[in-house]
């Protein structure tokens, strides 16, 4: 089967003579129908630049890229017709229009019309779950709804590849859950999707592959899985306590970090592996202490994430769990 999307040996510059930065350096990948894939990387690592030249708003120095077969720059017209994009954020909605009318104007720059485009409407609406807000001013909705109205514009032209920057970024647990409710129900409908997020539960809950970018180039590329696997911790287990400090010296739990702040602590044991004696480790450091909280974190994305995009979890900047 044809790749949904092609990237292949991209490049691109900014800048001339001395002060030239390369922003992309054969860049390489490609995308199925009915797959979706994380774009990971830190701040600056050149995502945003890339989505620009698949959505055919930049074009490369170097290399090609196809959206369904159609060449981005020789075949702008056609890729864009393939395309759906959804960047989100505050920009670009009209908020004294209700949610029909901000489509209907978007559908009208698409040269989507008439009667035909009346139905699409109706549909984008009941795919992004907004039919019953469709009439209120968009001015009135929440960030929730509003990322959901952006993914509705992107929807309309039917797209066979779906290219979502930040999807969730600013949502609510609830309302992030649902939006990617509605991207997991496009893939099994066979829309390739390529996604950036700065929040690694979007990648975890949507994505079969990953393809992580470094200053511009692909630094890794795996199966959600394999990346998972690169991490040295499974967990991290956090003690809150208060009062006198915990000796955590000669602890065969590996990486133990602790905060301390007046009168109280937090420890971070990070785990190799689970195993029975974890419990029994935890009863030996911390019995007879205050202990206020005790809470386990799956960090095992955070790390590979750090590991490769450079820096510790703890300090990695492009982390949330939040949504
Ligand atoms: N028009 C431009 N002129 C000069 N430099 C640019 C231009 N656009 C982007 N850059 C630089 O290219 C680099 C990559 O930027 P890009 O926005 O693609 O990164 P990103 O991975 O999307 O980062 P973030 O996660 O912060 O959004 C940055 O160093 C940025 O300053």
């Known amino acids: 089967m044809r790749p949904a999307i092609e990237v292949a040996a991209i490049g691109r510059s900014f800048g001339r003579g001395g002060t030239e930065v390369t922003v992309l350096r054969d860049v390489t990948f490609t995308v199925a129908p009915g797959e979706i894939v994380a774009l990971l990387g830190g701040n600056g690592a050149g ?24 060449d981005v720059v020789s075949q702008a017209r056609q890729a864009r017709g393939a395309l759906g994009v959804s960047f989100g ?5 009209y908020g004294r229009l209700n949610a029909r009318d901000n489509l209907r ?67 609510d ?47 890794h590329e795996s199966e959600l899985g394999e990346f998972i696997s690169l991490a040295d911790h499974v967990a991290t287990i956090l003690v809150r306590g208060e009062g ?30 689970w195993d029975a004696d974890v419990f029994t480790e935890i009863g030996r450091l911390f019995g007879g202490l205050t202990v206020r909280e005790v809470r386990v974190e799956d960090m095992r994305l955070e790390e590979a994430f750090a590991r490769l995009a450079g820096g510790t979890a703890a300090e990695a900047p492009v982390i949330g769990r939040s949504a």
């Open 244 to 273: 006198p400090l915990p000796d955590l010296s000669a602890s065969p739990l590996v990486d133990i970090r602790v905060r301390h702040e007046v009168d109280n602590w937090e420890a971070a044991l990070r785990l190799r592996e």
């Open 105 to 171: 104007y978007f559908g009208t720059l698409r040269e989507l019309g008439g009667r035909g485009l009346t139905t699409r409407i109706a549909e984008v609406l009941e795919q992004v779950h907004l039919t019953e807000v469709a009439d209120r001013r968009v001015e009135t909705y929440s960030k929730g709804m509003r990322q959901r109205l952006h993914l509705a514009i992107g929807l309309l032209g039917r797209p066979s590849v779906l290219m979502l920057d930040e999807p969730t970024v600013g949502l």
């Open 47 to 70: 995502k945003t630049t890339l989505l620009r030249i698949l959505s055919t708003v930049l074009t490369p120095d170097r290399g090609t890229a196809r959206i369904q077969g159609f």
């Open 89 to 93: 954020g505050d920009r670009g909605l």
């Open 173 to 219: 647990p609830y309302e992030a859950q649902s939006l990617r409710d509605t991207v997991l129900a496009l893939r099994d409908e066979g829309v390739a999707v390529l996604l950036t997020s700065h929040y690694l539960l979007d990648v975890e809950r949507l994505a079969q592959r990953v393809v992580l970018l470094r200053e511009g180039t692909v630094q």
